[in-house]
Protein backbone atom coordinates (compact mmCIF):
# COMPACT_ATOMS: atom_id res chain seq x y z
CA UNK A 1 0.00 0.00 0.00
CA UNK A 2 1.23 3.44 -0.77
CA UNK A 3 0.34 6.41 0.70
CA UNK A 4 2.05 9.87 0.00
CA UNK A 5 3.16 11.66 2.97
CA UNK A 6 2.71 15.80 3.24
CA UNK A 7 5.98 15.95 1.22
CA UNK A 8 5.06 16.09 -2.58
CA UNK A 9 6.40 12.48 -4.05
CA UNK A 10 7.55 11.17 -0.88
CA UNK A 11 5.74 7.83 -0.34
CA UNK A 12 5.72 5.55 3.18
CA UNK A 13 4.87 2.09 1.50
CA UNK A 14 3.55 -0.68 3.71
CA UNK A 15 4.08 -4.35 2.45
CA UNK A 16 1.12 -6.07 1.55
CA UNK A 17 1.11 -9.44 2.79
CA UNK A 18 -0.10 -12.80 1.53
CA UNK A 19 -0.26 -14.69 4.63
CA UNK A 20 -1.21 -18.56 5.90
CA UNK A 21 -0.31 -20.64 8.83
CA UNK A 22 3.40 -20.85 7.54
CA UNK A 23 3.60 -17.40 7.52
CA UNK A 24 3.28 -14.62 4.76
CA UNK A 25 5.45 -13.80 1.30
CA UNK A 26 5.52 -10.27 0.30
CA UNK A 27 6.78 -8.23 -2.68
CA UNK A 28 9.07 -4.86 -1.20
CA UNK A 29 10.01 -3.91 -4.64
CA UNK A 30 8.08 -3.89 -8.02
CA UNK A 31 8.83 -1.52 -11.12
CA UNK A 32 5.73 -1.61 -12.52
CA UNK A 33 3.77 -0.69 -9.25
CA UNK A 34 6.12 2.01 -8.35
CA UNK A 35 5.92 3.45 -11.92
CA UNK A 36 2.07 3.41 -11.63
CA UNK A 37 2.24 5.67 -8.22
CA UNK A 38 4.79 8.24 -10.54
CA UNK A 39 7.63 6.66 -8.45
CA UNK A 40 10.79 6.43 -10.76
CA UNK A 41 13.69 3.39 -9.07
CA UNK A 42 15.88 2.03 -11.51
CA UNK A 43 17.89 0.37 -9.09
CA UNK A 44 21.95 1.35 -9.76
CA UNK A 45 23.30 0.01 -5.93
CA UNK A 46 22.02 -1.45 -3.04
CA UNK A 47 23.74 -0.38 0.32
CA UNK A 48 22.93 -1.81 3.86
CA UNK A 49 24.20 0.09 7.41
CA UNK A 50 24.52 -1.63 10.01
CA UNK A 51 24.68 -0.05 13.52
CA UNK A 52 25.73 -1.19 16.84
CA UNK A 53 24.38 1.26 19.12
CA UNK A 54 20.89 3.05 20.16
CA UNK A 55 21.14 6.79 19.48
CA UNK A 56 23.51 6.16 16.37
CA UNK A 57 22.34 9.42 13.97
CA UNK A 58 23.40 9.19 10.43
CA UNK A 59 22.27 12.55 7.99
CA UNK A 60 21.27 14.40 6.32
CA UNK A 61 22.94 12.83 3.15
CA UNK A 62 21.83 13.68 -0.34
CA UNK A 63 23.59 14.16 -4.10
CA UNK A 64 23.74 16.98 -6.17
CA UNK A 65 23.01 17.00 -9.96
CA UNK A 66 23.86 14.86 -12.05
CA UNK A 67 24.07 12.16 -9.38
CA UNK A 68 20.82 12.76 -7.53
CA UNK A 69 19.15 9.35 -6.15
CA UNK A 70 15.73 8.60 -5.34
CA UNK A 71 15.83 5.72 -2.31
CA UNK A 72 13.58 3.24 -1.04
CA UNK A 73 14.82 2.63 2.40
CA UNK A 74 13.69 -0.53 4.88
CA UNK A 75 14.61 -1.33 8.03
CA UNK A 76 15.58 -5.09 8.20
CA UNK A 77 16.97 -5.28 12.04
CA UNK A 78 15.78 -3.36 15.48
CA UNK A 79 14.49 0.29 14.60
CA UNK A 80 15.53 3.60 13.11
CA UNK A 81 13.23 7.10 13.54
CA UNK A 82 14.00 7.96 9.56
CA UNK A 83 13.75 11.22 8.50
CA UNK A 84 13.73 13.43 5.24
CA UNK A 85 13.57 17.24 4.11
CA UNK A 86 12.32 18.61 0.55
CA UNK A 87 15.36 20.56 -0.66
CA UNK A 88 13.65 21.10 -3.93
CA UNK A 89 13.51 24.86 -4.44
CA UNK A 90 10.60 24.71 -6.77
CA UNK A 91 8.59 22.93 -4.45
CA UNK A 92 5.90 24.14 -2.30
CA UNK A 93 7.21 22.04 0.75
CA UNK A 94 10.66 23.27 -0.11
CA UNK A 95 12.51 23.12 3.18
CA UNK A 96 10.28 20.90 5.41
CA UNK A 97 10.47 17.43 7.09
CA UNK A 98 8.83 14.22 7.65
CA UNK A 99 10.04 11.87 9.62
CA UNK A 100 8.54 8.31 10.36
CA UNK A 101 9.74 4.81 12.29
CA UNK A 102 10.56 1.72 10.58
CA UNK A 103 11.54 -1.23 12.59
CA UNK A 104 11.62 -5.16 11.31
CA UNK A 105 8.51 -5.59 13.08
CA UNK A 106 6.23 -3.03 11.38
CA UNK A 107 7.83 -3.15 7.92
CA UNK A 108 7.13 -0.12 6.74
CA UNK A 109 9.68 1.17 3.56
CA UNK A 110 10.30 4.77 2.74
CA UNK A 111 10.69 6.23 -0.94
CA UNK A 112 12.40 9.31 -1.02
CA UNK A 113 12.36 11.14 -3.91
CA UNK A 114 15.41 12.75 -5.71
CA UNK A 115 16.33 16.51 -4.60
CA UNK A 116 15.69 15.36 -1.15
CA UNK A 117 18.09 14.88 2.17
CA UNK A 118 18.27 11.46 4.18
CA UNK A 119 19.28 10.32 7.62
CA UNK A 120 18.01 8.29 10.74
CA UNK A 121 18.61 7.59 14.46
CA UNK A 122 18.81 4.44 15.58
CA UNK A 123 15.87 3.09 18.16
CA UNK A 124 17.57 -0.29 19.09
CA UNK A 125 21.12 -1.81 19.36
CA UNK A 126 22.26 -3.98 16.14
CA UNK A 127 19.90 -2.23 13.97
CA UNK A 128 20.40 -2.97 10.33
CA UNK A 129 19.15 -0.32 7.40
CA UNK A 130 18.94 -1.66 3.62
CA UNK A 131 18.78 0.83 1.00
CA UNK A 132 17.67 0.70 -3.36
CA UNK A 133 19.55 3.69 -4.87
CA UNK A 134 18.43 5.12 -8.07
CA UNK A 135 22.00 6.57 -8.75
CA UNK A 136 25.90 5.48 -8.29
CA UNK A 137 27.71 7.12 -4.91
CA UNK A 138 29.56 9.88 -6.20
CA UNK A 139 31.83 11.69 -3.60
CA UNK A 140 32.25 14.91 -5.51
CA UNK A 141 28.56 14.98 -5.59
CA UNK A 142 27.46 13.92 -1.95
CA UNK A 143 26.68 16.94 0.32
CA UNK A 144 24.97 17.27 3.80
CA UNK A 145 23.04 19.55 5.76
CA UNK A 146 22.90 19.72 9.52
CA UNK A 147 21.11 17.17 11.11
CA UNK A 148 19.37 20.15 13.98
CA UNK A 149 19.34 22.74 11.72
CA UNK A 150 16.55 24.72 12.80
CA UNK A 151 15.01 25.55 9.50
CA UNK A 152 14.08 22.20 8.97
CA UNK A 153 12.43 21.63 12.27
CA UNK A 154 12.90 17.75 12.69
CA UNK A 155 11.32 16.19 15.98
CA UNK A 156 14.33 13.53 16.50
CA UNK A 157 13.92 10.79 19.24
CA UNK A 158 15.44 12.47 22.74
CA UNK A 159 17.76 9.85 23.29
CA UNK A 160 21.13 10.31 23.37
CA UNK A 161 22.64 10.83 20.12
CA UNK A 162 26.16 9.50 18.21
CA UNK A 163 27.22 11.33 15.41
CA UNK A 164 30.57 11.08 13.74
CA UNK A 165 32.34 14.62 12.92
CA UNK A 166 31.77 15.07 9.39
CA UNK A 167 27.37 15.03 10.36
CA UNK A 168 27.60 17.17 13.05
CA UNK A 169 29.32 19.40 11.48
CA UNK A 170 27.45 20.76 8.44
CA UNK A 171 26.67 24.17 8.23
CA UNK A 172 23.34 25.57 8.40
CA UNK A 173 21.40 25.54 4.67
CA UNK A 174 21.10 28.68 3.25
CA UNK A 175 18.20 29.14 0.97
Known sequence: ???????KGAFVIDL????DDRGFFARTFCQREFAGHG?????AQCN??????????????????PFEEAKLV????????????DLRRDSPTF??????ELTARNRTMLYVPRG???????????????????????SEHSRGVRWNDPAFAIKWPPDERTINERDRKYADFCA
Open 74 to 85: RCTMGGIYDAII
Open 16 to 19: EKRE
Open 39 to 43: LELQV
Open 48 to 65: ISFNKQKGILRGMHYQVS
Open 95 to 100: RQSFGI
Open 116 to 138: FAHGFQTLERDTEVFYQMSQFYS
Open 1 to 7: MFVESFL
